[in-house]
C-alpha cells in the first residue's frame, strides 16, 4: 500500500494562501543553491515519489519548473519536479501538457483511495490546500509535513479550510532552519 504525505508551506497562523492567493510571504528559497530549505527542496524534487496536485497548484507548477528561468535557477529541483510522475486532479482541465503528467476528473477521494491501494512508488500532494482537505477529511493522509514560514498574515485560506471534524495528529519530527522557517511532520492517528 502507497503512503499518502501532504507537504504544504503554512504562516504561523495557519494560512497556506493569503488574500488572494497571495503567496509573497513564503520565505523559502529554493533557488539559493546554499540554504537548507534549497537541500529540502532537492531531497523532496527527487524523492521517487508522484506528486500529485490540484488544478491551480498544478497550473502553477506546470507553467514554472519547465521554464529556462528555473532549470538556471534550481536546477536539480526543476529536473526533479520534470522527470517525476505527476497526477492532477480536475473537473475543468481538458489536458494536462507537463510531461509525466495523469489528468483524472473522477471523485478526488475514490481515485485516491484506489492509488493508495496500488503498489508503487509513494505519493505527495504538493500545496493543493483544497486537495489536502477533502483527502484529509476522508482519512486518507498518512503524513503531514508543514513547512512554516517566520510570518503571520491578516488575511488567507487555513490549510484545513472547512474541515468537518477535529484531525488527531502525532508529531514526528521538527526541524528548524537557519532562516526561522520550521518544517513539522506528523503522522495521522
Given at each position: 500500500?502507497?503512503?499518502?504525505?501532504?507537504?504544504?508551506?503554512?504562516?504561523?497562523?495557519?494560512?497556506?494562501?493569503?488574500?488572494?492567493?497571495?503567496?509573497?510571504?513564503?520565505?523559502?528559497?529554493?533557488?539559493?543553491?546554499?540554504?537548507?530549505?534549497s537541500?529540502?527542496?532537492?531531497?523532496?524534487?527527487?524523492?521517487?515519489?508522484?506528486?500529485?496536485?490540484?488544478?491551480?497548484?498544478?497550473?502553477?507548477?506546470?507553467?514554472y519548473?519547465?521554464t529556462?528561468?528555473?532549470?538556471?535557477?534550481?536546477?536539480?529541483?526543476?529536473?526533479?519536479?520534470?522527470?517525476?510522475?505527476?497526477?492532477?486532479?480536475?473537473?475543468?482541465?481538458?489536458?494536462?501538457?507537463?510531461?509525466?503528467?495523469?489528468?483524472?476528473?473522477?471523485?478526488?477521494?475514490?481515485?485516491?483511495?484506489?492509488?493508495?491501494?496500488?503498489?508503487?512508488?509513494?505519493?505527495t500532494?504538493?500545496?493543493?490546500?483544497?486537495?489536502?482537505?477533502?483527502?484529509?477529511?476522508?482519512?486518507?493522509?498518512?503524513?503531514?509535513?508543514?513547512?512554516?514560514?517566520?510570518?503571520?498574515?491578516?488575511?488567507?485560506?487555513?490549510?484545513?479550510?472547512?474541515?468537518?471534524?477535529?484531525?488527531?495528529?502525532?508529531?514526528?519530527?521538527?526541524?528548524?532552519?537557519?532562516?526561522?522557517?520550521?518544517?513539522?511532520?506528523y503522522?495521522?492517528?
Open positions: 500500500m502507497r503512503k499518502l504525505t501532504a507537504f504544504n508551506f503554512i504562516t504561523l497562523n495557519g494560512y497556506y494562501k493569503g488574500a488572494n492567493g497571495d503567496i509573497s510571504w513564503h520565505v523559502h528559497n529554493a533557488h539559493n543553491q546554499d540554504t537548507e530549505e537541500n529540502l527542496a532537492e531531497k523532496g524534487a527527487n524523492s521517487g515519489n508522484i506528486l500529485l496536485f490540484g488544478r491551480v497548484t498544478y497550473q502553477m507548477m506546470a507553467s519548473w519547465p529556462r528561468q528555473a532549470i538556471a535557477s534550481s536546477p536539480v529541483v526543476a529536473e526533479g519536479m520534470n522527470k517525476a510522475d505527476k497526477i492532477v486532479f480536475s473537473k475543468t482541465l481538458q489536458k494536462a501538457d507537463w510531461n509525466n503528467t495523469i489528468l483524472i476528473n473522477g471523485n478526488l477521494v475514490e481515485e485516491v483511495r484506489k492509488l493508495k491501494q496500488q503498489q508503487g512508488n509513494n505519493i500532494i504538493l500545496g493543493s490546500g483544497s486537495v489536502i482537505t477533502q483527502l484529509a477529511e476522508a482519512g486518507l493522509i498518512d503524513e503531514y509535513q508543514f513547512m512554516v514560514d517566520p510570518v503571520a498574515i491578516g488575511r488567507g485560506t487555513p490549510i484545513f479550510h472547512n474541515i468537518n471534524h477535529p484531525l488527531n495528529l502525532k508529531l514526528t519530527q521538527a526541524k528548524t532552519f537557519k532562516s526561522g522557517a520550521v518544517v513539522l511532520s503522522q495521522a492517528v
